[in-house]
C-alpha cells in the first residue's frame, strides 16, 4: 500500500499467526494503514479473541499450536456472527489438500508465505470492501 493513502475501510482485524515476529509485523503494517488489530499466537486464542472483539476481517495461519487454521475457521463460520466475515488464510504450506481445508471451511482467500506486503495490503483491502 503507497504510504499515506488511507484504508477505504478502518477495520477491525484478528491475526492469528504462531510466528511472533510475522506476527507484530503484520500487525505493524495494518495499524499503520489505519485498522485496529488483535492478535492472537494460536488457534484457541484466536477462536477466544473473535468471540469477544467480532472483528471485520480475520487471518489465519494455517499451522498453529493448539487449533490450526482451518479448525479455527470452521468453528468461527459455525456461528451466526461469523456468517459474513471474511477469513484470509496465510501459509508457508504447499499442500494443496491442506489449504483446500482451509477454504472448505469457509475462507474466502490464501496466500502463500513469503508474500509481498503490497500483495497482502490488496487483499486485505478487498475483502474488507466485499465484507
Do not use: W
Amino acid at each position: 500500500m503507497p504510504k499515506n493513502k488511507q484504508p477505504t475501510h478502518v477495520a477491525k482485524i484478528l491475526i492469528a499467526e504462531d510466528q511472533a515476529d510475522l506476527r507484530q509485523m503484520i500487525a505493524l503494517t495494518l495499524e499503520l494503514a489505519g485498522h485496529q488489530v488483535v492478535a492472537a499466537q494460536d488457534g484457541e486464542i484466536a477462536v477466544q479473541q473473535a468471540k469477544e472483539t467480532l472483528p471485520d476481517l480475520i487471518i489465519l495461519d494455517l499451522h498453529m499450536p493448539r487449533l490450526n487454521g482451518a479448525l479455527v475457521c470452521e468453528r468461527l463460520k459455525a456461528l451466526d456472527e461469523f456468517y459474513g466475515t471474511p477469513i484470509l488464510i496465510i501459509s508457508a504450506v504447499a499442500n494443496t489438500d491442506e489449504v483446500q481445508a482451509g477454504l472448505n471451511a469457509g475462507a474466502r482467500e490464501y496466500i502463500r508465505k513469503p508474500f509481498e506486503l503490497d500483495h497482502f495490503m490488496g487483499r486485505v483491502e478487498a475483502l474488507l470492501t466485499q465484507a
